[in-house]
């Protein structure tokens, strides 16, 4: 557990190591899943006060749905798509840096607190793009964060256009 808190607050850092660390640790991929599906849970629970009991649901499955899309993305993108020379990764390497690129999305949970849901939210996907830019540059061998960011863009614009019929069809009130 202590590692587990370890890592976590190291990820928060946007430390590079970590991200290297636990790319290429293969029995950190239950942590990085630990990561996603608590930062999703915290999504879910920020939502309550938007919408409650459905809120808390809807929140929580969107924000872990949408999180795998973005990283299946990201993968196809960057490491099929537009890797360099030196780029070698395996979709469990890459998902293992962007679980714990996940770490910031914790911060959701304060949503809860009526008139900050808003600004949580933003901060929150702030530092969470900030993360998954490191977590993909470490992951996929890259020298240029300027390509790391592309690469996030890019999965994170196909991502949203994939969640936004779902949320049209299922989310609007």
């Known amino acids: 557990m202590a590692q587990f808190v370890d890592r976590l607050i190291r990820a928060a850092k946007l430390e590079a190591r970590l991200y290297e660390e636990v790319e290429s640790d293969p029995g950190a991929m239950g942590q990085a899943l630990g990561v996603v599906l608590l930062a999703s849970l915290a999504a879910g629970i920020g939502d309550v006060t938007q919408g409650g009991l459905s809120g808390l649901i809807v929140g929580t ?8 899309i973005w990283a299946y993305m990201t993968y196809i993108i ?7 020379p030196v780029t070698s990764t395996s979709h469990g390497e890459l998902l293992r840096t962007l679980g714990f690129a996940s770490a910031p999305g914790l911060l959701r949970i304060l949503g809860v607190v009526p008139g900050l849901t808003g600004i949580v939210f933003l901060v929150a996907a702030i530092w969470m793009l900030m993360a998954t830019v490191i977590a993909v540059r470490q992951a996929l061998d890259y020298t240029s964060t300027t390509r790391a960011v592309g690469v996030c ?21």
């Open 153 to 173: 863009v890019i999965g994170w614009l196909v991502q949203v256009l994939i969640m936004l019929p779902l949320f049209l069809l299922f989310g609007a009130d």
């Open 61 to 68: 499955v969107a924000a872990l749905l949408g999180w795998y």
């Open 78 to 84: 960057g490491a099929k798509l537009l890797p360099t």
